[in-house]
């Protein structure tokens, strides 16, 4: 029998899929993942995934036809569909969202002409491939007992030390996938990390690994998933979109620095976690998936406590470096005796001096962009504010100008206070570009480099940027958590942390676990090779639990306190949550529509749901937002709850109302 119907996946907001005839002359080559042209709406060529294809007309209404097929180098495989079916049923997306981000954009397309840029990267040469360093003693261990815990886990958790040679531990095991004939993925959570390892890796692989991310060029991305898609390509090299890469056999997926919150897509959705996603891709593959981290998450700490994955450890460093000496500047005490050289205590100054002495190298970490987070009317107290988003302006000294960074508004400096007049506003708190400025006037010879948002625009800029520190022509680094992770550089000796309380006290479940990885990980920048790291904390609260068991590398007393805490108040990994976030341009339609929301819900989850709530920061580009936390605990079943949201959802929607209302699920939000 011909199957003569397919249900098509169109890429809008919408549930569900749509059931198009198949006209005779497409019957034959039509698959599960063609991409098809379609009428939809006002749009007479829509684009479509096929998702699946059959013979069974649809009731109550005679169907439209497909229009046009593309070619099969556009089309995604089997294995792609079902990975993009899961994401969207599992982090409550339309599946048109995700097909959004799974399809090449029309720039992307075959036959679609693309400019021939010039190629930046290097061409490798394939001669020059040359085999990967043997592995020492406890590396073999490591590396033999993962490849056993293969046999009956999914995936396998290594945990090893800053600087304990884990990369080395990857690159053998993906040799291995490839000697096999299968693909390999290996994940890191920014883009400006790969351009470090890449090098490293093309060592080893040559031609067979290829980079993907968001900042290539339309052609480089197509290339590379055309390479993927034929199998010429072996290893991938990528950030969280690299898992919608077309993949014939997936054989292992690495993905390092696990415990990441930037493996998590925001904005838009689909609202993913590449970590997890991953593993369910491996599953489709019959592949596995290794998570690496010096600092896993608590979620996948307490998996491999549970025995859900395998647990393997690497506690020294290669080469038995020494872990970094730790040192706590309590900044509180220096600053009473009025010590302190603006914003540094004078063991960091002396610390930096050290270094520099003996031409070593500085990383100076600040978790916040900008000269200062707010400025502030020192006779009224007024602070000015972006007037669409409940935040306070950053100030730029470099540009002059106050910008907000939720909208990216920006606007100039009053010149006078408009609350009482006073000619005079100060900058409070600092930011990555003040301490830029602060070290250029203490260390007026030293070569200082910033990197975070504002000075990485340019596609090649944080290359640039880590280039020149590699190459020993900047002494100095200044930057947010861009440069908290995975670097290695030789010549770096001391690192400073210039505020942990700020970290320390953001309002989330997750701060002292945050603030710990954070903390870990730029202190596993320093001292990797011959020389000792110095890791100089600066706080005003130096007996704070969490800066006491960073001072001793101690992972495990940190899982231990806030696994306790996290049972205690109900909180993932005990619990699973969705973050219902509603907004309104209205505030008053916004608190009766969210309070209805949270009743609806209240009906049938009770004590299960919590809020509406105001979050941090209650408005963002006119929109007033409220949240409501749904907490699925071992009682319930995650998939009936999330059925329950999405008719909640659902029926809200459709209410009239004045103005517009949105609502989002983020499902396992971070
Ligand atoms: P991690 O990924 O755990 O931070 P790396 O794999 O980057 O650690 O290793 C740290 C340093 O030790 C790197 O400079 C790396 O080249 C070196 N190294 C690790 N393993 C070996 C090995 N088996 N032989 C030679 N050098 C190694
Ligand atoms: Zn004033
Ligand atoms: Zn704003």
């Known amino acids: 029998m ?6 098509i996946v169109i890429p809008v907001a919408v549930s569900g899929s749509f059931t198009y005839g198949i006209p005779p002359e497409l019957r034959g080559a039509m698959r599960r993942g063609s991409i098809v042209t379609v009428p939809f709406g006002q749009s007479s060529n829509a684009k479509g995934l096929v998702i699946s294809i059959h013979s069974t007309p649809p009731a109550g209404f005679t169907p439209k036809e497909i229009i046009g097929l593309l070619p099969e180098e556009a089309s995604v495989n089997d294995r792609l569909v079902d990975f993009i079916l899961w994401i969207s049923d599992y982090y409550m997306a339309y599946p048109g969202e995700v097909m959004k981000a799974a399809i090449p954009p029309a720039d992307e397309l075959p036959g679609v002409r693309v400019a021939k840029r010039k190629r930046s990267s290097k061409t490798y040469n394939p001669g020059e491939v040359i085999m990967p360093a043997s592995l020492n003693e406890v590396q073999s261990v490591a590396y033999n007992t993962i490849r056993d815990m293969f046999s009956d886990h999914e995936a396998v958790l290594l945990h090893g030390v800053t600087s304990s040679g884990k990369t080395e531990i990857y690159i053998h095991l993906m040799l291995e996938q490839l000697a096999q004939g299968r693909q390999v993925l290996y994940m ?3 883009i400006a990390l790969t351009t470090q390892i890449i090098e490293r890796l093309q060592r080893h692989f040559g031609d067979s690994i290829g980079v993907f991310h968001s900042r290539l060029t339309p052609a480089a991305r197509r290339e590379v998933r055309r390479r993927v898609s034929d199998g010429t390509l072996k290893a991938v090299l990528g950030v969280r979109s690299s898992l919608f890469l077309p993949f014939r056999d997936l054989g292992l997926i690495v993905v390092d620095e696990e415990h990441d919150s930037s493996y998590k897509q925001y904005d838009p959705a689909p609202r993913y976690h590449a970590r997890d996603a991953a593993m369910m891709l491996s599953r489709i593959h019959g592949g596995k998936t290794l998570l690496g981290s010096a600092t896993p998450s608590l979620e996948s700490y307490h998996n491999a406590s549970a025995g859900r994955f395998g647990y393997v450890e690497l506690t020294t460093r290669y080469g038995d470096v020494m872990m970094p000496e730790m040192i706590v500047a309590d900044t509180r005490s220096f600053g009473r005796k009025t010590k302190m050289v603006s914003h540094f205590t004078p ?13 070593e190298q500085v990383i100076l970490f600040q978790n916040r962009r900008g000269f200062s987070p707010y400025l502030m009317c020192p006779d009224c107290g007024w602070v000015p504010g972006c007037t669409s988003c409940s935040v306070s302006y950053t100030y730029h000294k470099g540009i002059g100008k106050m910008v907000c960074h939720y909208c990216g508004k920006s606007m100039k400096l009053p010149s006078v206070c408009p609350g009482c007049g006073s000619e005079a506003l100060t900058t409070k708190g600092f930011g990555t570009e003040k301490i830029e400025e602060e070290i250029r006037l203490i260390f ?14 340019r596609r090649s800029a944080s290359a640039e940027i880590l280039s020149d520190f590699a190459a020993g022509a900047t002494d100095i680094l200044i930057g947010t958590q861009m440069i908290s992770k995975g670097l290695d550089f030789e010549r770096l000796t001391v690192v400073g942390i ?3 309380d700020n970290m320390m006290h953001f309002p989330d479940f997750r701060a002292f676990e945050r603030s710990f990885q954070l903390m870990e990980q730029v202190s596993g920048r320093a001292g990797r090779r011959t020389r000792r790291g110095k890791v100089i904390i600066q706080t005003a609260d130096p007996s704070h639990i969490i800066l006491r068991q960073v001072l001793k590398h101690d992972y495990k007393a940190m899982c231990r306190v806030q696994l306790e805490e996290r049972s205690l108040f109900g909180y993932p990994p005990f619990t699973k949550i969705i973050r219902l976030s509603v907004r309104h341009r209205d505030l008053d339609e916004l608190n009766v529509s969210a309070a209805r929301f949270a009743e609806i819900l209240r009906r049938q989850l009770g004590s299960h749901v919590l809020g509406p709530e105001f979050p941090v920061i209650m408005q963002v580009q006119k929109w007033y937002i409220k949240t409501i936390m749904v907490k699925i605990d071992s009682s319930l079943s995650p998939s009936k709850v999330k059925e329950m949201v999405r008719k909640a959802m659902e029926t809200e929607f459709k ?4 103005g517009i209302l949105r609502i989002h699920a983020d499902v396992d939000p971070q």
Do not use: C, W, Y
């Not at 010879?445 to 504002?454: E, G, I």
């Not at 209410?655 to 004045?658: A, D, H, I």
């Open 444 to 457: 007026p010879s030293s070569r200082v480099a910033r990197m975070d948002q504002d000075t990485t625009r």
């Open 188 to 190: 890191l959570p920014e």
């Open 655 to 658: 209410e009239p109302r004045k």
């Open 498 to 500: 210039l505020d942990a």
């Open 347 to 359: 063991r960091l100054i002396e610390a930096i001096e050290e270094a520099l002495g003996k031409n």
């Open 2 to 7: 011909q199957k003569e119907f397919a249900d």
